[in-house]
């Protein structure tokens, strides 16, 4: 299984500013997911990240608010932009394996104030 | 949009007791996995069960898949209170789908020591 690393692990930012989600993942993928879990809830999916090519978001979610760099097949960052106390949520990053396995990362928790 | 919904929301047992969570979806899919989540903390993945699998068992877990009713089962045996987490079945369609996954709303279990 793919052991899958995020920084930071958690963070409290105040509103109006931007954070910068680092997923660092041991071994080549194709396709990095993206997902949120607000409060309480279940995981929705934000985006799909794959190497030289834009992500794809859900619906939902814009580019310019949750923007992916993509840069090798072992890295993936999300920022979530122009901060709201509603984006207060823990941030997951994900991968496939060769068995149609999807494994996360430990997720980030983000507090906006 | 979740597809998966799962039921029972919450689940209080005691120690040593079987725990029983069922999960439903909509649409046709290519897999089902079922994921732990400790304390909003990352997902540990548990087990996949394919779309033309019927049973698995991992350990003290057994997970059922009935594709003409569209329903999952996850059993855990003998409890411990260790077992205390949220879980939740995610399906994915298959690659013509993207290969993402779509969760459930998910099942509070406490194990009473």
């Known amino acids: 299984s793919a052991v899958i690393s995020q920084k930071p692990s958690r963070d409290i930012c105040q509103r109006g500013t931007s954070l910068t989600i680092q997923c660092q993942v041991d071994?080549?993928?194709?396709?990095m997911f993206w997902y949120r879990q607000q409060p309480g809830q279940s995981l929705t999916l934000i985006a799909t990240?794959?190497?030289?090519?834009?992500?794809?978001?859900e619906s939902g979610f814009v580019i310019d608010k949750f923007p992916i760099s993509r840069p090798n097949l072992t890295f993936s960052t999300l920022t979530v932009s122009n901060m709201s106390p509603e984006d207060s949520s823990i941030y997951l990053c994900?991968?496939?394996?060769?068995?149609?396995?999807?494994?996360f990362g430990p997720g980030t928790r983000l507090t906006v104030l | 949009s979740q597809q998966g919904e799962e039921d029972p929301q919450a689940l209080s047992i005691q120690e040593g007791e079987n725990a029983t969570m069922n999960c439903s979806y909509k649409?046709?899919?290519?897999?089902l996995q079922w994921y732990r989540q400790n304390s909003g903390r990352g997902l540990v993945h548990l087990i996949l069960?394919?779309?033309?699998?019927r049973e698995k068992h991992s350990g003290r877990l057994r997970v059922t898949l009935d594709t003409s009713k569209k329903s999952s089962s996850l059993l855990i045996t003998a409890s411990r209170a260790a077992d205390t987490a949220s879980y939740f079945c995610?399906?994915?369609?298959?690659?013509?789908?993207?290969?993402?996954?779509?969760f459930g709303g998910g099942t509070r279990l406490m194990v009473k020591p």
């Open positions: 990240a794959n190497q030289g090519s834009e992500a794809t978001y």
């Open positions: 994900s991968v496939w394996d060769n068995y149609n396995e999807q494994f």
């Open positions: 069960i394919r779309s033309n699998e």
């Open positions: 995610a399906t994915d369609g298959g690659y013509n789908a993207g290969n993402m996954l779509t």
């Open positions: 071994s080549q993928v194709t396709m």
């Open positions: 649409t046709s899919i290519n897999n």
